[in-house]
């Protein structure tokens, strides 16, 4: 086919057949038997549990695999009707651009310019049409500020946008997204993803993008195929989805949907707009106001983790730069703690601080006894056996506090990656508790990212025993009478309105909300959970509380 | 935290000037500073490196550079002090050490050592400025229809440097923050570490640059750059500082001798060729109004809206540094 027809959109923007594919040495398939197709200028989300094939197969569209990567593949992949088998990803750019999770490697030059102008001086292009390429995609990615700075101070968001810009100035006419918001706050992350609806719509490019966070893209995707073990377990419009979803697996549920589903409306909701539409359409447009109660504060004690008029300061390159401004924070003994803010408002920096990694310039923290899981739980993990991790009783306490002690001649790399974060979790408690008593404070930093929703439920029961103090069921200690203050930083807003009693947002190094849960979650666009946004009222964030406050059973 | 030797985008001449260009300026200048040992002439080819290097507004760089330079100057006039007991002014007889044998410190083989101590600083600053003002793409490319798959590793390696820093960085919070009760990493299983999670990198990183085309046979005639309107003085300037150290040489600028005693000679020569080295330095300076430095301080750089945000603020960090040490020294 001509390079005009391919241009023109002809042929499908990526053709999948009988596509089966299993990695070196992998006892399993990845990919088993998938055949899907999308039409040019179409936006497709790709749904999924962990594991289920969602990365594999965008790799599979782009020439990674089996190119880059080996392994054993059966099938056809056909991109702008080139045969993804035969020809190299180099080629395949032209067509096909990707985006993987972390936009740490995904960039290869030392300025964006160079940056988003490699895949183009790579195939040979003339410099005035290069020139005006980057110009082009910069301008659409609202980017162009960034043209000139080195990629190394560039921050997560702005990376992510300019390993776009890099995928996307070849022109090509599919775009592969994997959970590219995982690392976004939730302002970026809803940027990026109507930021990729005016690309559809504009530039007729084909989206095909694997996002845990449903919530955040259903409304904009055409379609949604849905991963199971490997095989399209589902392929069809987003409303049709959240019925499949519904009956099938309801982890892939959105929370608009579960409101509904709790509340016995039909049909399911695909995005706020569409609630709301609903809900007028049914007469229920105005539930009944609950009103916000004030939550006292239940615990007198003395607070585990106090800050006050914290100043934190950090040389992030040329010039240092004051991260924290000024923080008054008192955190109590078994309060569970979202602390939410946009990328860089200083949420990792404060409980690094707290956990002795940073030094204020002014102010000052002082904490019971703190552990601090940051990112990566992987950094903690430099064994081959997890009971040389943690040896002695000390360790054994750490294991039995989360939940692992009969994982203790386990290789922590066989372990699955909610059970690696919990060995990580381990790690940090051992020695730090009082007999099996946790520290005064638990610090989380992020541990969400690229999680599916059966892993968060599983985090946010962990973090409810800590807070509280008490064994897991199989076990029989549990005779703490002090709970631990587990405070978590997040930019997962529905993850918070499931573990947290207290928010505390920050803004530029400042505290800008510090409340209860369902207020701070209830009271703003951005920070606030589907359900909230659906509703608008104050204090309903779950749904749970929305399908109560629908039903009128609340107040 | 950044290198201080990591390269910024600025748009300075020497910065803007094709990497041809600004490797003859500055090899000049280290050419020299291998070719020539009189001393006068040496601090003149490290003053021309620094001077190059502040004027390209790479103060980070040429700070570090004359510490590591200076600090490997000092080590070479003790090293040259103790092992060299040549000279005829003996300032100290240190008796007999175990190696060395008998040492006599004298004052021609401290003088020895600062010369190829100086040797050093020169080079090390120019190679500071180097790294800071010349866009390493653009080396890279430039070499890669040359030398493909060289350029193709030095490309990976380049961007596995600063994220395997990162990579070491996180493990060393992570080793600090495990409890007290976990067993301790030790240096040999944080090595293993950081080296599996460096080869996971590359291949990420490699997967990019296949991505990026970086696979596809290189191109040639059309991915030729614009010279830079500054090329020329570059090149002239590199011109002028080689052919005066050349013709230097043979005119007696080089006059220096240590053993057995110190004769340093300062003749018109000598004075001519260093002047003209250090003149050399001024070569980045930019004719036209004060450019915009696209990263540091430009108007949407992090950076400037720090400092808009403190000038707001009314109190910038040191300010606040000063207040906690008068509150510490009231404690």
Redesign the interface.
């Known amino acids: 086919m001509s390079e005009l027809a391919i241009r023109r959109g002809a042929a499908p923007a990526l053709a999948v057949e009988g596509l089966s594919y299993s990695y070196p040495h992998a006892s399993t398939r990845a990919l088993e038997d998938v055949s899907l197709e999308v039409a040019p200028g179409e936006f497709v989300l790709l749904a999924g549990r962990s594991a289920s094939g969602k990365s594999t197969l965008l790799k599979a569209a782009c020439g990674l695999v089996p190119h880059f990567h080996g392994g054993e593949i059966e099938g056809e992949v056909r991109v702008a009707d080139l045969d993804a088998l035969a020809t190299g990803p180099g080629e395949l750019a032209a067509a096909v651009g990707y985006l993987a999770q972390d936009p740490e490697t995904q960039v290869v030059s030392t300025t964006v310019a160079a940056e988003i102008e490699l895949p183009l001086e790579m195939r040979g292009d003339a410099p005035t049409d290069r020139a005006r390429a980057v110009e082009e995609v910069a301008l659409a990615l609202a980017i162009p500020h960034l043209l000139d700075r080195a990629t190394d101070t560039l921050s997560g968001g702005e990376l992510q946008r300019v390993a776009l810009a890099a995928a996307l100035v070849t022109r090509p006419r599919l775009i592969l997204l994997d959970e590219p918001t995982s690392q976004l706050d939730p302002v970026a992350g809803d940027e990026l993803i109507w930021l990729l609806r005016r690309l559809n719509e504009e530039w007729g490019v084909a989206v095909l993008l694997a996002e845990h966070r449903l919530e955040r893209c259903l409304a904009a995707a055409d379609r949604v195929v849905a991963m199971e073990a490997g095989a399209v377990g589902f392929d069809g419009v987003p409303a049709d989805f959240l019925e499949w979803s519904h009956r099938n697996d309801p982890a892939l549920s959105t929370p608009a949907a579960r409101l509904f589903s709790l509340a016995g409306l039909t049909p399911l909701p695909v995005g706020v707009r569409d609630a709301r539409q609903t809900l007028r359409g049914t007469g229920v447009a105005h539930p009944p106001h609950i009103a916000s109660r004030r939550v006292r504060d239940p615990r007198p004690q003395a607070p585990v983790l106090e800050s006050k008029g914290l100043w934190v300061e950090l040389d992030q390159g040329e010039e240092a730069k004051d991260v924290l401004r000024g923080i008054d924070l008192q955190l109590r003994p078994g309060e569970r703690v979202a602390l939410m803010g946009r990328n860089g408002a200083g949420k990792s920096t404060f409980l690094r601080t707290a956990a002795g990694l940073h030094q204020p310039v002014a102010g000052k923290i002082a904490v019971d006894s703190i552990a601090l899981l940051t990112q990566n739980p992987g950094d903690y993990l430099v064994r081959e056996r997890v009971g040389d991790e943690l040896p002695g009783e000390q360790g054994l306490g750490a294991l039995r506090t989360v939940g692992l002690e009969h994982a203790i001649d386990v290789d922590p790399r066989d372990l699955s990656g909610g059970e690696r974060q919990r060995l990580a979790l381990a790690i940090t408690l051992a020695g730090r508790m009082e007999g099996e008593q946790p520290p005064g404070v638990v610090a989380l930093d992020e541990p969400t990212r690229g999680m599916d929703r059966a892993r968060k439920d599983n985090l946010v029961a962990l973090i409810e025993r800590l807070a509280a103090s008490v064994a897991f069921p199989h076990q029989e200690y549990g005779k703490a009478t002090r709970g631990t203050a587990v405070v978590v930083a997040t930019h997962d807003v529905e993850f918070a309105s499931e573990f947290a009693e207290r928010v505390v947002l920050l803004g530029d190094g400042v505290v800008i909300a510090d409340g209860p849960m369902a207020e701070i979650l209830s009271g703003g666009w951005y920070f606030a959970t589907e359900v909230a946004r659906v509703l608008d009222l104050p204090g309903v964030v779950t749904p749970e509380q929305g399908a109560a406050a629908l039903k009128g059973e609340a107040g | 935290?950044?290198s201080p030797f990591?390269?910024?985008?600025r748009?300075g001449p020497l910065q803007l000037a094709s990497p041809g260009a600004a490797v003859a300026y500055l090899g000049a200048i280290v050419a020299v500073a291998f070719l020539y040992s009189n001393p006068l002439v040496l601090v003149a080819a490290g003053a021309a490196a620094t001077l190059a290097g502040l004027l390209a507004g790479a103060r980070?760089a040429v700070r570090a550079g004359l510490r590591l330079g200076l600090s490997l100057a000092l080590l070479m006039v003790v090293v040259n002090a103790l092992v060299t007991s040549r000279g005829e002014t003996v300032l100290a007889r240190l008796g007999d050490w175990p190696l060395l044998g008998r040492v006599d410190v004298t004052l021609e083989a401290i003088v020895a050592g600062l010369s190829y101590g100086l040797v050093a600083a020169a080079s090390i600053v120019a190679f500071a400025v180097y790294s800071a003002c010349v866009?390493?793409?653009?080396v890279l490319?430039a070499l890669r229809p040359l030398a493909g798959r060289s350029a193709l590793t030095a490309?990976l390696v380049s961007?596995l440097v600063?994220?395997a820093a990162?990579d070491a960085g996180?493990?060393r919070?992570?080793a600090?923050?495990?409890?007290?009760?976990?067993?301790a990493?030790g240096k040999g299983?944080?090595a293993?570490?950081l080296l599996a999670?460096s080869l996971d990198?590359a291949v990420?990183?490699?997967?990019?640059?296949?991505?990026?085309?970086?696979?596809?046979d290189a191109?040639r005639a059309?991915?030729?750059?614009?010279r830079s309107r500054y090329d020329r003085r570059f090149y002239a300037v590199a011109a002028l500082v080689l052919v005066t150290a050349i013709a230097g040489k043979f005119l007696g600028a080089d006059d220096f001798q240590t053993y057995p005693s110190i004769e340093i000679g300062l003749g018109p020569a000598t004075i001519t060729m260093a002047a003209v080295v250090l003149l050399s330095g001024l070569a980045p300076l930019s004719h036209g109004p004060k450019s915009r430095t696209?990263?540091?301080d430009?108007p949407?750089?992090?950076?400037w809206r720090?400092?808009s945000a403190?000038r707001q603020?009314g109190g910038?960090?040191s300010a606040?540094?000063r207040?906690?040490r008068r509150e510490v020294a009231r404690v």
């Open positions: 935290m950044r990591a390269y910024v985008p748009r980070r866009d390493p793409d653009r490319r490309t961007r600063p994220v990162a996180r493990l919070d992570a600090a923050l495990r409890g007290p009760g976990a067993a990493v299983p944080l293993r570490r999670g990198r990420d990183v490699a997967a990019t640059l296949e991505l990026r085309g970086y696979s596809l191109p059309r991915n030729r750059r614009a696209a990263n540091a430009g949407n750089s992090p950076t720090d400092k403190r603020r910038d960090g606040r540094r207040v906690r």
